[in-house]
């Protein structure tokens, strides 16, 4: 049987990056390992498919068959790990697992010799089964993909739970998601294995057969993308934004890659595992994210993204006069969530749309209903500070407040109350201040002045008993 005659595994340059002073490569393995994790329970006896043969007889055949097709692989090697075959049911044994063939290049006919002799008794311990299958991989994770290929007829019965211990395994970068064929299993069966990795369900022989071969091919073919940024209209004109792919399944990042345009305006193509389904983040500000984007496996795949981006400035030619970089607040219009923070006088990059925003002034500037628009820098002036100098005749307790058209007060600033002098910059604006000397006998003694702040103005006020 001509089996899998155009697999191959790939050694590409994703992205090339500089790590202190040295060149730093995201690139995929150069080699993969697959653990094969078969189900040795008693219930793989059942006649399956026509033609009398049990379940396993058809596993064990095809699985050899598909073994056999990769021996030639150099850059594949093959190990075997068998459940629930060494005791028979009625003990319950329910840490029935053993790695029956480790990985090794060249151990094909091993393989398939064991797979002749694997006799179905037990338990289904598929849980306990992926705890140890994390030992039967090496440390060495740079220079192999990880994946298994589960193959079952039936749910856990050993109150054990697969989807947490495959989840954690893959968060522990032990292996990439599983893949878990089914032999004649009930809707109801298949659903405790969505969160664990991706199902295929095999009601026969022939779809047994194209079931292992779909999970060879998409381990091992090359697959490929391209991160088309597109503008608020459409138009493939977006660059130089930093893009993440993320593992759907664990939510950790896979690759990350500053976006590119040749000169010609086409963005590069970069290689990918096709085995995981991603979130892809275009790091905007804020973030443009696309949930669980399925990755066709073995062919290059478009994934398309609207991140429009305008500039925003806020502009005061005087802002040293506060003697420290003040710097500006950039919230979500909805929510009030704090988006970005950046310093005055300078721009930056924001989606399109609308955004609050406050600059950390004296008293703080708040700008509400900005508009972010595409490609057009959004520059905003604000007036610049005046002074006002304290003289206080003796240290003490005191506040200072803006007051508004309407006549409210908010407050502003706090008084020390060891300094007998103070220098306070100021937006422009009418103000009051209280003040009480610390040795004065009351509360009748407190000082109030009303005053009003121009722009590059400086007052004296003095404070009294």
Not at 104 to 120: D, T
Not at 392 to 402: E, N, V
Request: with cysteine.
């Amino acid at each position: 049987m001509k089996l899998l005659n155009s697999l191959y595994i790939i050694f590409f340059t994703l992205i090339a990056l500089q790590v202190n002073g040295q060149k730093y490569e995201q690139k995929l393995p150069e080699k993969t390992r697959i653990l094969f994790l078969l189900d040795g329970s008693g219930s793989m006896l059942a006649k399956w498919g026509g033609g009398g043969q049990t379940r396993m007889d058809a596993a064990k055949r095809i699985l050899g068959d598909i073994v056999d097709s990769l021996a030639s692989n150099t850059n594949v090697e093959l190990a075997l790990r068998v459940y629930g075959h060494q005791y028979p049911k009625q003990q319950n044994i329910c840490n029935d697992t053993k790695l029956e063939v480790p990985f090794a290049s060249k151990n094909h006919a091993q393989i398939i010799s064991k797979l002749n002799a694997i006799a179905p008794k037990g338990n289904t311990p598929i849980t306990f089964a992926l705890e140890k299958a994390a030992n039967d991989f090496s440390e060495s994770k740079s220079t192999y993909r990880n994946i298994i290929i589960l193959i079952t007829d039936g749910i856990e019965s050993c109150d054990g739970d697969p989807c947490s211990t495959s989840l954690a395994l893959q968060k522990k970068d032990i292996f990439l998601k599983p893949f878990i064929i089914g032999l004649g299993m009930t809707i109801a069966d298949t659903k405790q294995f969505d969160c664990v990795g991706k199902f295929i369900d095999a009601k026969n022989r022939k779809e047994l057969y194209k079931a292992l071969n779909e999970s060879i091919h998409q381990s091992l073919d090359r697959t490929t993308a391209t991160v088309e940024l597109l503008s608020e209209k459409g138009n493939k004109t977006v660059s130089n934004i930093n893009v993440t792919f993320i593992n759907h399944f664990t939510k950790l990042p896979m690759y990350e890659f500053i976006h590119y345009r040749n000169k010609n305006g086409l963005p590069d193509t970069v290689d990918i595992d096709g085995i995981l389904n991603y979130d892809v983040v275009v790091n905007t500000v804020p973030p443009v994210v696309v949930n669980n984007i399925v990755i066709k496996p073995g062919q290059h795949n478009t994934i398309r993204i609207k991140s429009p981006q305008g500039g925003l400035m806020i502009k005061q030619s005087e802002s040293k006069a506060y003697g420290k970089e003040v710097q500006v607040i950039v919230k979500n219009r909805k929510t009030g969530s704090v988006i970005n923070a950046q310093p005055i006088n300078t721009s930056h990059n924001y989606l399109i749309g609308n955004y609050d925003v406050d600059v950390l002034t004296l008293p703080r500037v708040q700008l509400r209903n900005i508009k972010i628009e595409e490609n057009k820098p959004t520059q905003l002036l604000i007036d610049n500070p005046g002074i006002v100098n304290l003289k206080m005749t003796a240290p003490g307790y005191g506040s200072l407040y803006a007051i508004n058209s309407s006549g409210k007060q908010e407050w502003v600033y706090t008084i020390s109350e060891n300094k007998s002098t103070e220098r306070i910059v100021l937006q422009p604006g009418k103000y009051k201040v209280a003040f009480r000397a610390k040795n004065a006998p009351g509360s009748k003694f407190t000082s109030i002045k009303i005053f009003e702040i121009k722009s590059g103005s400086s007052i004296n006020l003095t404070l009294f008993n």
